[in-house]
């Protein structure tokens, strides 16, 4: 047991710590409390309540929670949406042609549900299994012991002013010591970053490559609602080198889900994913659904697509990484959540198995990794390794090798290479700008009424979340070179450049910002770096 590392701090002990309270940090607190009632585990969680930060479309496999909690039904788990019809389509943007439907996208089985829904009621097992969860309250600092190993973490201190002053409000934070801490904080963790740069866990793997999904939530009229329909499309509103696609689900009562991702590789530095989103809503097929609707809910979020390559080591001393934060979503599938579930539960698989976990600080399991390459989340992950980066040729290589893939090219022993997205921006003077449709404010919508849908705060006298490694960064070299791509990359018009006299700034309004990651992934410069705010800070998802 080990006292406060800084003084003014109290000092919580616990035998696992779970920083996130997601579909990988709740199955992994369950299924420990499972295995092992009398040890002592509690979960952070940055959202106000679990479940306010959680954005997904979500078509739902229930592979892990079937071997997570089997009575799941009778227990009142909010998946009861049946998904039925799947439809495959590529666009132009006038037309519509229907495609054969992949095997890993059919969802025959699969339930369309909301993550925040689902997440809120895995809380609540937990709950019953005697384990604590700590909602808005955001990890800030990875807590090591003298040999560099992870002895838990701290809590963010509250109360300090914009200039970095103590307030009268001002309350340091709590430490929380753990004999192992569970890392699932989900896509682009900024405590993962740390202990991947820490520990080098990225030493024989891939860069991480990503895609933001901007989803909306619709009321459409009864007469255009089919419960359970699924649709995915390829094509327009993206040209044919930049990886992107949609999803509509008709969900519960005359209610869908419906999104669009663009990958995060793009080179364009006049994309904007947002209005990527936008547009495609402007295509008939959509606008037939969603017309004399009503547009209910809005979110963004970073999503992982590198897969088997780009999965950084799992274990360090005194910890391990589960869920989106390490990367294991099958982007084949457009799924992540059952794989999210399933690492959770191999990582309380192997700390439940070792007896001496109760008394030994900063052990490395790397049992854990292994466990995971026994597992059907390799199999899953190893089938589709080639089918993403297949794309980095184009639209019709992709889809052509995306086909011999699963055809059985997965068995031939190649694997392709993923790349980090910031570095496949193009410079501004090699592109032409594009011309976006003005929003209606029927069917699309600006950036900022967009945001106050997703019920997010942040206390404007906190400092910013959103740390510049150099100040001059964003008017000396990414105006002039990249056409000052976070005004377009950012989904919630958190920067922006404004002229002051003969001077041009670059403003952070970071009480905008919906957690997305975006900036910190995409930016040129890698200038930008995320961070916690005070906690319950950010969106307030609900059914997302």
Known sequence: MYDPIRSDREAMHYDVVIVGAGPAGLSCAIRLKQLKPDLSVCILEKGSEVGAHLLSGAAFETRALDELIPDWKEKGAPVTIEAKDDHFIFMTSKKSFRLPTPPQMKNHGNYIISLGELCRWLAEQAEALEVEIFSGFAAAEILYNQDKAVIGVATGDMGINKNGEKTDAFEPGVELHAKQ??????????????????????????????????????????????????????????????????????????????????????????LSPYEEMQRFKLHPDISKILEGGKRISYGARALVEGGLQSLPRLTFPGGLLIGDTAGFLNVAKIKGNHTAMKTGMLAADTLASRLDIKTDYGLEFHQYEERFKKSWVYKELYKVRNIRPGFQKGLWFGLLHAAFQTLGGWMLP?????????????????????????????????????????????????????????????????????????????????????EEGEETKFVINAQNCIHCKTCDIKDPSQNIIWTVPEGGGGPKYGSM
């Not at 866990?201 to 991480?208: T, Y």
């Not at 699924?230 to 008709?250: C, F, R």
């Not at 740390?467 to 008017?475: C, H, S, T």
């Open 181 to 270: 801490t569970i890392f699932a904080e989900g896509c682009h963790g900024s405590l993962t970053k740390a202990l991947i740069e820490t520990y080098n866990l990225r030493d024989h793997s891939d860069p991480q490559t990503y895609a933001l999904g901007v989803k909306e939530i619709w009321e459409i009229k009864k007469e255009n609602h089919r419960s359970g329909k699924i649709l995915h499309s390829i094509g327009w509103p993206m040209d044919n080198k930049t990886y992107g696609g949609s999803w509509l689900y008709h969900w519960r009562e005359n209610m869908v889900s419906i999104g669009y991702v663009t990958a995060l590789d793009y080179k364009n530095p006049y």
């Open 414 to 498: 190649y694997t392709l290479k993923n790349h980090a997205d910031y570095s496949q921006t193009g410079k501004a003077a090699d592109y032409e700008p594009i011309t976006y449709p003005k929003p209606d404010g029927k069917l699309t919508f600006d950036r900022l009424t967009s945001v106050q849908l997703t019920n997010t705060f942040h206390s404007e006298d906190q400092p910013s979340h959103l740390k510049l490694r150099d100040a001059d960064i964003p008017v000396a070299v990414n105006l002039p070179d990249f056409a000052g791509p976070s005004t377009r990359y950012c989904p919630a018009a958190v920067y922006e450049f404004v």
